[in-house]
């Protein structure tokens, strides 16, 4: 074991598949000889060389197209789009190919690609630095979205996402890359080497896509979120005071529904918070799957916080950002309802 | 048919930067025209005789810094000094709006250093009805159209003067008034805007023209292909400008596909002009955009040009590029500094002198600092609070009822 960041568990984990499979190759912009502008490629290309770890051009579009390619080749490129605000020119070959590639050819054609983009906000990188896209990924059938909380989730999950068969979109929150980030800006961050998930083998292992994590059990409600919302949760149940079931989904989609439908029944109430925008964002379809799977035992509606329905503002990130007191806040209406 | 077997196996090419750190920088490969060699062809040429012009580079000052040739656009002295001027005030507010970014005032920076005659002589060279659509490092747009650097402050401060409310990232300026539209940071998408903003024009009988910049590296986005594309098939009267500033973040121009062929040949492919001009040296920067802006008007449709220039700052403030590039690198570079070599062919002319440039350093560095006191009156990040409100607006026209509610749910806390 060592202690080591989300950007350092993320490099461990393409390092150790590199290691494993000489099929798996790494490109994207400023990923080769400077290691990316998060340094999460560093030193791949000098441990394995610039043909298996190397620059493109600036173009998304022509990154997915060409990751497609190789993946029909028989490669497995992981690829990385500098922000996720920067993935829109590679939708089309997301969403029209990779994603039905293999139904379409009746399986003999599939792309193994996964696709690493760092998102979210809480950097002050204003609306172009700052998104948090995954939903309209999780609408494509025949993608698979990932969003890890943790350094632990994040290399055992990429692990698992590079060795998939099928098409992977990666999100990583930079928000929590140096640590868990709890919403309170104001205070000093903790490091990851002060938190156990920031604890991760140097070896090889994977997590599984689809299978959630109760990151903290609890019997009053139950709150279902994924990557930095994680810790806010978890600060905001805190200041709530409400024993709260917290469930870290990890993955989108594929979507751990038995754990989700298990806690619901169990506490008959339930909290969905993410910091994408509200209107047909993930917890749009994860109201949905609570109102299908638990309505015998729910006790209280759902409440969802999120991100408002705006561009991400720079001067007004805070106000922007659902941080822990929205949370504690929905927390106790749910919980008092 | 090729016998496989005789031919060893495929490798593929990874291109490489001629000299990383420690090492010392390459420009040997570089080809140089020597001031004044590329003749000036008449604005109304047909594309057909142009195309030799993508294989050479346009230089007007040589190293005695005389100006030599045709292509010399024999500006007179006050226009000189004007664009001197200039391009020295954006260089001192770059330099000043990075110190204020490391005092913690604002968030995020962007210079342009080296690059300030890009900006500032096609500018000058363009007329003031022109419609300017900028990637972010073309401040000089806005100092050349005299636009008050208060208002640029401003917005790098996202104080409660800054007319974009606070909502977009330092240097991402908008100024409808400049004729200066608004900065996206997704690359390249506003190029092929430029070419529709010209079609337009051009379909309403209009007189004026629209200029667009993107970096090398951004040539290889989708978004620059389509501007060419439909550019070239309506022969809409627009100035498509590649800023050929060797590096993108970390990744040199050789990933763009400068390797292979000039920027100013991808024209070719689409039959339009393509200039490639040496983008430090102010005067043929001037005559080259004069040139094609001219071919605009006359409704001979696009040109393509290629500034050969150097980034001599880091990319932003949130870039180290001593860990990619030789630190000796800018100090080398050919084509030189673009102020310093103004400067140095006024003084040989007789206009200017060590004693006046150095007062006007200080002139301008004076009134860019006075600028800014004014500007932080104003409030700096995190320090001017816009209303929480002014979020929900602008999304829309109106306020739609949705944001109505979740204004009012914010408001509620």
């Known amino acids: 074991m060592a202690a080591m960041n989300m950007i350092q568990a993320i490099n461990s984990a393409i390092d150790t598949t590199m290691e494993r499979d000489e099929n798996v190759v790494v490109f994207g912009e400023d990923v080769g000889y400077f290691g990316g502008v998060f340094r999460c490629t560093a030193g791949l290309q000098k441990k394995y060389g610039k043909k298996r770890v190397f620059d493109s051009p600036i173009s998304e579009g022509g990154i997915m197209a060409t990751a497609i390619g190789m993946g029909v080749y028989g490669l497995r490129p992981v690829t990385e789009i500098q922000f996720a605000d920067y993935i829109y020119p590679a939708f089309d070959q997301l969403v029209s190919e990779a994603a039905r590639l293999r139904y379409r050819s009746g399986g003999e054609f599939f792309a193994p690609l996964t696709v690493r983009s760092p998102c979210g906000g809480g950097i002050f990188g204003g609306q172009t630095h700052s998104q948090s896209p995954e939903s309209m990924f999780t609408h494509v059938c025949g993608l698979k979205t990932v969003m890890p909380s943790n350094p632990y989730d994040a290399k055992g999950l990429l692990i698992t996402a590079i060795e998939d068969d099928d098409p992977v979109v990666f999100f990583e929150p930079k928000r929590i890359y140096n640590g868990p980030f709890d919403g309170h800006h104001e205070r000093p961050l903790t490091p990851w080497s002060k938190h156990a998930m920031g604890e991760v083998p140097e070896a090889y292992y994977k997590i599984p896509l689809g299978k959630a994590a109760i990151v903290r059990p609890g019997e009053k409600l139950t709150v279902i979120t994924y990557g930095t919302m994680v810790h806010v949760c978890l600060a905001a149940v805190e200041q709530a005071q409400v024993d709260a079931e917290v469930i870290d989904l990890r993955s989108l989609l594929p979507l751990d529904l038995d754990t989700i439908v298990d806690s619901v029944k169990k506490t008959g109430r339930c909290v969905i918070v993410h910091e994408a925008t509200r209107t047909c964002g993930f917890g749009a379809e994860l109201m949905a799957v609570v109102q299908e799977n638990c309505f015998w035992s729910l006790e209280a509606p759902i409440e969802r916080v999120t991100g408002w329905d705006t561009p991400y503002p720079h001067a007004l990130e805070w106000a922007y950002f659902p941080g822990p007191d929205r949370v504690a806040k929905a927390l106790k209406k749910v919980a008092e309802a | ?413």
């Open chain 2, 1 to 413: 048919m090729s016998d496989g077997t005789t031919l060893p196996p495929l490798s593929l090419h990874i291109p490489e930067p001629k000299a990383r750190p420690g090492e010392a920088p390459d420009f040997g490969e570089m080809h140089l025209s020597p001031a004044g060699a590329v003749q000036r062809p008449a604005a109304t040429a047909p594309e057909t005789d142009l195309r030799f012009y993508p294989y050479q580079l346009i230089r007007v000052l040589d190293d005695e810094h005389q100006a030599l040739g045709d292509w010399d656009p024999k500006l007179d002295t006050q226009t000189l000094l004007k664009g001197l001027r200039y391009m020295m005030l954006t260089r001192a507010y770059d330099e000043r709006m990075v110190l204020v970014q490391r005092q913690g005032k604002t968030s995020f920076y962007m210079k342009s250093t080296g690059e300030e005659a890009v900006a500032v002589a096609q500018a000058m060279a363009l007329d003031r009805g022109d419609m300017l659509f900028p990637s972010y490092r073309q401040q000089g747009l806005l100092v050349a159209r005299d636009w008050p650097l208060l208002d640029m402050m401003c917005q790098v401060l996202n104080n409660h003067r800054d007319r974009l409310k606070g909502r977009q990232l330092p240097v991402m300026y908008s100024a409808r008034d400049a004729g200066f539209f608004s900065i996206s940071g997704n690359l390249g998408t506003q190029f092929p805007q430029a070419v529709g903003w010209a079609m337009a024009s051009a379909l309403k009988g209009d007189t004026r023209i629209a200029a667009a910049w993107v970096g090398d590296g951004t040539t290889a986005e989708g978004d620059f292909h389509h501007a060419l594309t439909f550019a070239s098939v309506y022969q809409a009267p627009v100035l498509l400008n590649v800023v050929n500033n060797q590096w993108a973040i970390s990744t040199f121009q050789g990933f763009a596909g400068g390797e292979r062929a000039t920027f100013a040949q991808r024209a070719l492919g689409f039959g339009i002009p393509g200039m490639r001009v040496d983008g430090n040296d102010f005067l043929a920067v001037y005559a080259v955009t004069a040139w094609a802006a001219e071919r605009a008007r006359r409704n001979l449709g696009p040109t393509l040009i290629e500034l050969v220039t150097y980034r001599a700052a880091p990319h932003s403030t949130s870039d180290d590029p001593s860990a990619y590039r030789p630190q000796t690198e800018a100090a080398q570079w050919p084509l030189g500094d673009p102020i310093d070599r103004l400067m140095r062919h006024l003084v040989a002319c007789g206009h200017w002198n060590e004693a006046r440039h150095q007062a006007l350093t200080r002139e301008l560095d004076d009134y860019v600092k006075a600028q800014l006191k004014e500007a932080e009156s104003h409030g700096t990040l995190g320090t001017s609070k816009h209303s929480p409100d002014s979020m929900f607006e602008d999304v829309f026209k109106d306020v739609p009822i949705h944001l109505q509610r979740q204004r009012r749910e914010m408001q509620e806390g």
